[in-house]
C-alpha cells in the first residue's frame, strides 16, 4: 500500500516536473516591434507573447510538485496551502509496567464452563499482552494491537478501551489520531501535575497530550485555559542535570511555545528526576540556571517520580 501511494506520488512529481519544463521553455520569446511615427521619431514596444502567463504556469507545477512531499520535507506552509497548527503524534514518532490479572482457579465441570474459563483467560492473556507492548512502544494505536497481537480492528479497539475504563492507558486524539499510554507513565504523571497546577490558576478548557506543532515540532501537552495557552514538556533526569542541557531543552520549549498563537503564553519544562538522591542537585542547578523567555512565562519543575507514584497511588 505504502509503495503504491509512493509511486503515484513519484509519477505526480515527474508530471508536474514536465510540465513547468514545458511552461519555462516551450513559449515563443518577447518580441520586440518599432513602430515609426515620424521620419525623425521610432517608438518601439515589446510583446511578451503569453511568456508572463507561461511562466506563473511553470512556477505554480514546480511548487506543486515540492507540496507534493511537504510531510517528507516537514513543510508548514507554502504560500496559501499551509497544515493543521496541531496534529497528533504517531506511535513511532513519540520520545519517549506490566500488570494482569489472574486467570479464574479451578477445574471446569463442563464444556461450558471450559469454554467460559477459556474466554475469560484468552481475554485476560490479551490485555496483559497489549500492557506489555509499552515496553517496546511508549504510545501505541489500535493498528499496533490489532498486528502484535493477530487479532481484528475492532476487538483491538475494544480492548483498549476496556484498559482504559479499568484505568490502566489513557487515550488522547481520540477519534481521528486515537494515540494510547500507559496512565502510570512518567510523562502522563507529570502531565497530571501539570494540568492541576493549570486548574489552580484558571479553567481549564481544553487539553492535548503528545501533539505535533505545525507538523515539525513535538509537545507533550498543550492546555488551553481562558486566554491563556500552557505548553508543556517532560524530559527526564537519571544522572547529574548540566547547564548546557537544561538551556537546550529551555530553547526547544520556547521553539514550539512561538509557534501557538494565544494572548498569553506559558511555557512549562517538568524535570521527572528518577532517583530522589539527584534531587537536590538538580533544585540547585535549576536556581542557578537563568534565562530570558521573552514575553513567554517560563516555568522549570523539579519533581520526583516516586513522589507523582505516591500521590496516583493515593
Known amino acids: 500500500m505504502n509503495d503504491k501511494r509512493y509511486r503515484i506520488r513519484i509519477l505526480l512529481t515527474v508530471l508536474c516536473g514536465l510540465i513547468a519544463y ?17 521620419p525623425e521619431k521610432t517608438v518601439s514596444t515589446t510583446l511578451d507573447n503569453g511568456s508572463k502567463f507561461f511562466e506563473w504556469v511553470g512556477l505554480l507545477f514546480l511548487a506543486l510538485s515540492v507540496w507534493i512531499w511537504r510531510r517528507e520535507l516537514k513543510l508548514t506552509g507554502f504560500g496559501p496551502l499551509s497544515g493543521e497548527p496541531l496534529e497528533q503524534q ?3 514518532g513519540f520520545r519517549k509496567d506490566d500488570s494482569s490479572s489472574p486467570p479464574s482457579s479451578g477445574v471446569p465441570k463442563d464444556v461450558t464452563e471450559a469454554t467460559s474459563q477459556m474466554n475469560r ?3 485476560e492473556a490479551r490485555k496483559k499482552s497489549i500492557l506489555n507492548l509499552f515496553k517496546k512502544h511508549h504510545a501505541i494505536n489500535v493498528a499496533v494491537v490489532a498486528r502484535d497481537l493477530g487479532v481484528t480492528v475492532h476487538t483491538a479497539r475494544a480492548l483498549l478501551f476496556i484498559l482504559m475504563k479499568e484505568g490502566s492507558v489513557r487515550c488522547d486524539g481520540f477519534p481521528r489520531s486515537a ?22 490558576e484558571a479553567e481549564l478548557e481544553s487539553e492535548r497530550r503528545f501533539v505535533r506543532v505545525k507538523r515539525m515540532h513535538e509537545i507533550d501537552g498543550v492546555f488551553e485555559a481562558g486566554d491563556t495557552t500552557y505548553c508543556a514538556e517532560v524530559k527526564y533526569i537519571r544522572q547529574a542535570l548540566s547547564p548546557s542541557k537544561l538551556d537546550d531543552w529551555l530553547l526547544q520549549l520556547l521553539t514550539v511555545a512561538k509557534e501557538l498563537r494565544a494572548s498569553r503564553l506559558v511555557g512549562i519544562l517538568a524535570l521527572v528526576v528518577f532517583e530522589d538522591s539527584h534531587m537536590t542537585e538538580v533544585q540547585r542547578t535549576v536556581q542557578q540556571f537563568t534565562y530570558d523567555a521573552g514575553n513567554i512565562d517560563l516555568r522549570i519543575l523539579v519533581l520526583g517520580k516516586s513522589e507523582l507514584e505516591r500521590v496516583q497511588n493515593n
Open 22 to 38: 514545458c511552461a519555462f521553455s516551450l513559449p515563443p520569446a518577447p518580441q520586440s516591434v518599432a513602430i515609426k511615427v515620424s
Open 121 to 123: 483467560e484468552e481475554h
Open 179 to 200: 494515540l494510547y499510554t500507559l496512565t502510570s507513565s512518567p510523562e502522563n504523571l507529570a502531565l497530571d501535575h501539570i494540568r492541576a497546577v493549570v486548574q489552580s
Open 90 to 92: 504517531t506511535p513511532e
